[in-house]
């Protein structure tokens, strides 16, 4: 069987250059948009500059300015904060500016002291439909809100509390990113500079998932399997797509043989989701299931190609069909990712399937809120870590984000018709999704031709796989178990994949 430690070379081609763990790949000498960008703050790195001898190491320079850009998203909400979430029927869109926060205050009980999940709502929604988990951070955030004053004044201290706890959240998601890959840190500037993220991350309460699947991508990174599926768990228990992170990791324990890591993952996911969820489905299971039965009974909405389809068309399709096909659809996906994984030339990085995983999901659901990105982001920057790729993406989800406010401001501003119609909203979809799958096809690219995959051509095999780094494959197909005797061509420089080094306790700190 073929082994992931090995890439052969031609004979013809120079002596590979060996790199380790302790050098940090610098991104202004190995990404030239990074290298333009940097002549904003002095130009790229200098080959006699002195690494590692002051305080602002790269971790610590990326949770700064993940909590600098967070706070600019901020700002963008204040004309909402100033009057738009409480006056006028379109104001908030024609601002961007639009938040669930301060409008589930009250809307979900929280300022009448309910109990999610236990005390019945009064309207059309009768409990809480969001994941447990997050449940329980909306009502944290009710605890710490004052409750005093207008009801005005309670949604906006409601919103600033929460802001405030999701900020923390943004600051985990980009350390978490920026120590999984340990000789890239520089990458989680990316996460902390994405503006749809900093546009995204107070429209709803999904950062708390994206930091705990962040934070179990990291514990996968570091070899501690159960550490990863109790984070994972904890994940599903807020957000219901970092369970389809099992899939991957399925079929690439499958390749290397990694059975017990992998139960150990799905073990810990398991306990740690029955430990949030069994309460409250034992003694309010209306509640409980109220999340999974709104998702079961949501019809077409907001972001899909599902919804393109029923708007053009005289017999849109039923909501059975919809979630019956798109069910499909994502099985269908997940064979061909299992399919690109057994035959791969090399065994895919962990966070490349992470990605196309995610993406897919995405991509066929019958609804993509404009928070959804988010979900996205940080697998996006550990799968293809190239500013280029990451900003092309970037401009579709920004495109996007405008679109549907402003399409939500022409439906709401009666006959001043203030936005984008609705032809005009469908194209911002479809910029999404030729946005998204672009990025899947350059990351299904660099599987194919790993020789272009700018983590490996660095010298690491799997920096975010753990277990899986540098293991040898035990179950391939296809041409992936007769593997050439040359390697494909290659601009970059011929590099040894090897083994993952062991990195000494003191180069693990901030």
């Not at 975010?464 to 780094?469: E, I």
Request: hydrophobic share 50%; net charge neutral; proline share 7%.
């Amino acid at each position: 069987m073929p082994s992931a430690e090995m890439t052969p070379a031609s004979t013809h081609e120079p002596e590979p250059v060996r790199r380790t763990t302790a050098e940090p790949v610098q991104p202004t000498r190995e990404d030239e948009v990074a290298a333009a960008g940097s002549e904003l703050i002095g130009g790229p790195l200098g080959r006699r500059a002195l690494l590692g001898t002051s305080w602002w190491t790269p971790v610590r320079v990326v949770a700064l300015v993940a909590i600098g850009m967070f706070a600019l998203g901020l700002v963008q909400k204040a004309p909402c904060y100033d009057g738009a979430w409480f006056f006028g029927a379109s104001s908030q869109y024609t601002h961007a500016c639009y938040s669930d926060i301060p409008h589930l205050y009250q809307g979900r009980g929280f300022a009448d002291h309910l109990v999610p999940y236990f005390d019945r709502l009064s309207g059309d929604m009768d409990y809480l439909e969001y994941p447990v988990l997050t449940g329980v951070f909306m009502e944290v955030a009710s605890w710490l809100t004052p409750h005093s004053g207008s009801i005005q004044h309670q949604e906006q201290w409601y919103w600033f509390v929460n802001a405030g706890l999701l900020m923390v959240c943004a600051a985990v998601i980009a350390v978490c990113v920026a120590r999984t890959q340990r000789r890239r840190p520089w990458d989680g500037l990316l996460v902390a500079l994405a503006p749809a993220f900093a546009l995204t991350a107070t429209i709803n309460w999904d950062l708390l998932a994206v930091a705990l699947t962040a934070a179990a991508m990291l514990m996968w990174s570091r070899s501690r399997p159960a550490a990863f599926g109790v984070l994972l768990g904890l994940a599903t228990a807020a957000k219901l797509y970092p369970l389809f992170l099992l899939a991957p990791l399925l079929v690439l324990c499958w390749r290397a043989g990694k059975w017990r890591e992998f139960f150990q993952a799905v073990g810990g996911a398991l306990v740690a989701w029955l430990v949030v969820n069994l309460p409250v489905m034992l003694f309010a299971f209306d509640g409980w299931s109220k999340f999974y039965r709104f998702s079961h009974d949501r019809g077409v909405d907001f972001g899909s190609f599902w919804l393109i389809w029923a708007q053009n068309s005289s017999h849109p399709p039923t909501t059975d069909f919809v979630n019956t096909v798109a069910s499909v659809l994502v099985v269908l996906c997940f064979l061909g990712i299992s399919a690109l994984t057994f035959t791969a030339p090399r065994r895919p990085r962990f966070a490349q399937l992470a990605f196309l995983m995610i993406a897919a999901f995405v991509l066929t659901n019958k609804v993509y809120s404009p928070q959804y990105v988010l979900w996205l982001v940080p697998l996006a920057v550990l799968a293809r870590p190239k500013w280029r790729d990451f900003l092309i993406w970037q401009a579709c989800e920004v495109a996007y984000f405008l679109g549907i406010w402003l399409y939500l401001a022409y439906t709401t501003s009666g006959d001043a018709h203030k936005g984008l119609p609705t032809h005009g909203y469908h194209w911002t979809i479809v910029l999404h999704l030729l946005g998204t799958l672009y990025l899947c096809a350059v990351v299904v690219r660099d599987i194919l031709m790993p020789e272009r995959d700018v983590v490996r051509r660095s010298g690491d095999d799997d920096p975010s796989g753990g277990v899986l780094d540098g293991a040898e494959d035990v179950f391939v197909l296809g041409a992936a178990a007769h593997p050439p005797r040359h390697a494909a061509h290659s601009d970059g420089p011929p590099v040894d994949w090897g083994r993952p080094e062991h990195v000494p306790h003191e180069e693990r700190s901030l």
